[in-house]
């Protein structure tokens, strides 16, 4: 069976505003300032818009830093203290970085400092309830504690649900543009030190989802995108996008409408690897 019949790539109407971080990335205007805020090796592939103007930094770089370029300037920095000017940037990326900060508020309040009135703001983040989310946690205190790891950082501190999104971003003059509710691909067990289990483990998932209609999977994230408001920001959301599946090997977002009898397993639309299938959403 053909999976692009029924495996597509996120797209938007005409007239809807960019919300996923290739769209956001594509829809800056040549010449735009760009902040990467806690990038590691990088949010996204920065040579693909040698034309912006990049910023970014992290407290540490365990993988590395991004790759050096002309348009590109990496720095270590701490997010809630950060060495730059106000209103110094068109767009804003902070791409899973907030649950990991010590300083939820001081965090939040440099981002908006940061970008300008007009400017855009993309965020991503875990949803507290999902079971991905608690997983993530509970991987971190058995690596404290029965590995015996006891200075190891638990990198989950912060806890999200939607509610407390609005009320951070709206606070300082954000309005949200455009939301979507991401289910988990577990790409983060590509860790080495998981990796191994990634493949029966998200096999399992996909099992019981298939047998028994509990979608462990189901909105696991948060995607959202924001404009800096000069005065008091509007709270409502203009745009609510579908994604209904993520690769575990790429980690990209997916919408898939399989057609009966459901097929096993579907074709990655970026990256072409295969992912097992359990229900539709």
């Known amino acids: 069976m053909n999976g692009a019949l029924w495996v597509r790539k996120p797209s938007r109407a005409g007239g809807e505003p ?3 971080l290739r769209e956001v990335i594509a829809d800056a205007a040549a010449g735009s300032r760009v902040l990467d805020a806690g990038c590691g090796p990088g949010s996204w592939d920065y040579a693909a818009r040698a034309d912006l ?5 992290d407290v540490k770089y365990p993988p590395g830093p991004p790759r050096k370029a002309v348009h590109v300037a990496v720095f270590r920095g701490d997010l809630a203290r950060l060495p730059l000017r106000d209103a110094s940037f068109d767009l804003t990326v902070c791409h899973y970085v907030l649950e990991h900060v010590t300083a939820l508020a001081p965090s939040c309040d440099e981002l908006a400092r940061v970008t300008r009135p007009g400017g855009r703001l993309y965020l991503a983040v875990p949803r507290s309830a999902s079971f991905d989310d608690r997983l993530y946690r509970f991987a971190g205190w058995f690596a404290k504690l029965a590995l015996l790891k006891f200075r190891k950082r638990i990198e989950h501190l912060q806890r999200f649900d939607l509610g407390k999104l609005l009320d951070l971003f709206t606070a300082r003059r954000f309005e949200p543009e455009a939301l979507a509710l991401v289910p988990a691909g577990f790409s983060w067990m590509n860790d080495p030190r998981t990796k191994r289990l990634q493949g029966p483990f ?8 298939r047998t028994t209609g509990i979608d462990l999977a189901r909105d696991a994230n948060f995607v959202l995108s924001f404009r800096k408001a000069g005065g008091t920001a509007a709270r409502a959301i203009q745009s609510r996008r579908t994604v209904t599946h ?26 072409g690897e295969e992912n097992p299938l359990g229900r539709p959403r």
């Open 246 to 271: 993520v690769c575990r090997a790429c980690g990209e977002h997916a919408v898939l409408d399989p057609p009966p009898p459901w097929p096993r397993r579907w074709p990655c639309p970026w990256c």
């Open 18 to 20: 960019a919300l996923f």
């Open 202 to 209: 998200t096999d399992a998932i996909a099992a019981l989802h």
């Open 53 to 57: 103007r990049i910023a970014s930094f």
